[in-house]
């Protein structure tokens, strides 16, 4: 029966601090592939992620990682990879060494730690600086390393915390090309973020959590079609705006127009996606110059808002 359980399920658990409630009633099953948790901070995040990991213990309903009660038994943190988003590294040390001190201490030989080793530095393109001290890492190449450090014991369960926080483009696309290939490799990846942009390219698989609550689960894209009954605003920056309603405001699905400030019109409409299906044509068609399009309601706090009914 254990080797059939997810790799996760929590059963109606909540966890409270005196009067705060950190997680409050939430169950859900985790098994294979990427799973994004998405909040803003304070939504519980973190409070999951330490009943996960045995460092907190639910106040009430059960937590249990491949079949277990982590605190009946800590077997199941053998097959558990972690890295956090503020855990400092041992700078001294070369990204080889390090890993190698890890391998170690999860019981392999010399030889088996070096072997593995290389093995995940390479995985997370850090093997051509693997001789170089960890502290001159620039903040890319530590998230990797860390996550090098989550996968030298080849877990089943990676938990991310934030991995892509403070860094820079070009690290992000690779980190994230790391974490979708972990879950095409069949682990059980969960990775939490507060911003909607950054899971979306890693997953369709969410988990939102709001107020310690479980607000959303499932999939991404179904969730944002229960969305196009709400009104859609598209922010267009051009240097003749009133002209450029007037063309736009006939064109289904367009139906109203605002002028937000000097130089920007605002269009509403019931369907994103065909409003901007409309969009690149009806814009040549006017002749009138476009510089940005933007959409405000498409981030994290507006899909808050719609599910928890104030959008």
């Known amino acids: 029966m254990t080797a059939k359980a997810p790799a996760v399920m929590i059963e109606s658990a909540s966890k409270w601090y005196g009067e705060v409630i950190g997680l409050n009633d939430v169950s859900l099953a985790i098994d294979g592939g990427v799973t994004g948790v998405l909040g803003p901070n304070g939504a519980g995040k973190s409070t999951l992620f330490k009943l996960l990991l045995g460092r907190l213990k639910p106040s009430q309903g059960s937590v249990r990682l491949f079949g277990t009660d982590p605190w009946e038994s800590t077997s199941p943190f053998r097959r558990v990879g972690y890295v956090s988003e503020t855990e400092p590294l041992y700078e001294w040390m070369t990204g080889l060494d390090f890993l190698m001190t890890m391998a170690r201490l999860h019981g392999m030989t010399r030889d088996e730690a070096r072997e593995r080793a290389e093995h995940v530095l390479e995985f997370v393109g850090l093997s051509d600086v693997r001789h170089k001290e960890v502290g001159k890492y620039s903040k890319g190449m530590r998230q990797r390393v860390k996550i090098a450090h989550a996968l030298v014991h080849d877990p089943d369960l990676i938990i991310l915390d934030e991995p892509l926080h403070g860094c820079d483009p070009l690290a992000r696309t690779s980190i994230m090309s790391v974490i979708r290939e972990l879950g095409n490799r069949g682990k059980t990846v969960i990775v939490s973020s507060h911003i909607l942009e950054e899971i979306e390219r890693i997953t369709e698989q969410i988990v939102i959590l709001h107020n310690g609550r479980l607000l959303a689960l499932g999939n991404l894209h ?90």
């Open 222 to 311: 179904a969730i944002r079609g229960l969305l196009d009954k709400h009104p859609h605003r598209i922010l267009l920056e051009t240097e003749s705006p009133r002209d450029l309603a007037k063309e736009l405001i006939t064109r289904k699905p367009i139906y109203g127009v605002r002028f937000p400030e000097d130089g920007f019109l605002e269009i509403q409409t019931g369907d994103l996606s065909a409003a901007h299906e409309i969009l690149p044509s009806a814009i040549i068609e006017s002749g009138i110059r476009v510089t940005a399009v933007e959409n405000p309601d498409d981030n994290l706090d507006s899909l808050l808002g719609y599910l928890v009914g104030g959008g």
